[in-house]
């Protein structure tokens, strides 16, 4: 939406104001043709601006837009395959997209809301818009200070803000009648993000780390994963990380922490074995504190030795309490796929403050507040 913000405020603030058609992407799979967030706007007069499938689909989406303007009525439109039996429009990419479609009246309201996203977005300030898919949509707009009024949403609207994700929570068939009612309620709610999406940091090019880094991808993460040997470290090894890095890990950290790469929603994952990269490795990390989460996978031998050749190389206590090691919860996982349910399990509870204890052993409501 960021694209065609300022066409929409210029409609709907404009002298000959008028309501509009708002199309936003708001899930894909396979190979989409864009990206979760791609918008456009839809006029009375079937104007269109901006793009949400590179022209496979826009046709009939003015259609419903026209439509969801004349009623009001808010939909959710869902386009596949392109079939040459079927008449409907199609992906010819493969791909799968669901596109909501709302009307956005011109009222000092949604006109604020909207201003108050452009000035966020200008002063490169983390925001995030989330609007019931109900038929008649509900916006509320989050930042590091404020939450949706949801008492069963704010914490996940929150969480999708910190990690820079978008997409859609919550469940079908709730209508928002009293924000503020203590009930179950979580309405089904496109959440759009604008904020760094959390980085993984994985160092080391072996089988736990191509089993952490598909996890990592799946938790919506920028997967980049570093190694200096290049035989190891190939595109092949890791199809799902975002980046291969070919390079000593040290050198590598400093430089995104010399160029502002890093910050608190990164996590740094040390998983090499070898005292050669993780030391350097985790001295550049510990001494910064930009990193959201340092952890090192080994056992406690292998912590305890690391942890003396740190102080060796001049790492203090309260920089050294910043590493988390042995890494991972005990979940009593060997194989590279259980360690890596462990690590992610670790992140997710560190990045919530939960205790990570069995739900059937608590009480009270099981989404944290």
């Excluded at 864009?34 to 826009?58: F, L, P, Q």
């Excluded at 089904?188 to 736990?208: E, K, Y």
Aim: proline content about 7%.
């Amino acid at each position: 939406m960021r694209d065609i913000l300022p066409d929409l405020l210029a409609v709907l603030g404009g002298a000959d104001a008028r309501p509009v058609a708002l199309c936003r992407v708001i899930a894909t799979s396979g190979s989409a043709p864009r990206e979760i967030g791609a918008s456009m706007i839809v006029t009375e007069d079937a104007t269109v601006i901006g793009s949400v499938s590179g022209g496979c689909v826009e046709s009939a989406l003015v259609h419903t837009a026209l439509q969801v303007l004349a009623d009001g009525v808010a939909v959710v439109e869902q386009f596949g395959i392109e079939d040459p039996r079927d008449p409907a429009p199609g992906l010819t990419c493969g791909g799968q997209i669901d596109v909501a479609v709302e009307r956005i009246e011109p009222t000092p309201e949604r006109l604020g809301q909207l201003q108050r996203l452009a000035e966020a977005l200008a002063a490169d300030e983390p925001i995030a818009v989330a609007s019931t898919l109900t038929a008649l949509p509900e916006w509320y707009l989050a930042t590091e200070a404020s939450r949706p009024p949801w008492r069963r949403l704010d914490h996940d609207v929150a969480d999708m803000l910190a990690t820079g994700r978008s997409g859609v929570i919550g469940i079908d068939d709730c209508e928002v009648t009293d924000p503020d009612a203590a009930t179950d309620d979580r309405p089904r709610t496109f959440v759009q993000s604008f904020a760094p999406t959390a980085r993984l940091i994985l160092v080391g090019a072996n089988d736990f780390v191509r089993s952490l880094s598909s996890l990592g991808s799946m938790l919506g993460m920028r997967v980049t994963v570093v190694d200096a040997r290049p035989v190891f470290a190939t595109r092949e090894r890791f199809p799902d990380a975002d980046e291969v890095i070919v390079g000593w890990p040290d050198r590598y950290l400093a430089e995104q922490i010399r160029d502002r790469q890093i910050g608190s929603t990164t996590a740094l994952c040390v998983m090499t074995h070898d005292t050669k990269f993780d030391v350097p490795t985790l001295r550049t990390a510990v001494q910064s504190s930009t990193f959201g989460f340092i952890g090192a996978l080994g056992s406690r031998r292998t912590a305890a030795d690391r942890n003396r050749r740190l102080r060796d190389e001049g790492v203090d206590e309260e920089q050294l309490s910043r590493l988390r090691s042995p890494l991972g919860l005990d979940l009593g996982g060997h194989t590279p796929a259980e360690v890596a349910v462990a690590i992610a399990a670790q992140l997710i509870a560190e990045r919530h403050g939960a205790p990570a204890e069995p739900l059937y052993e608590g009480a009270g409501p099981i989404h944290r507040r």
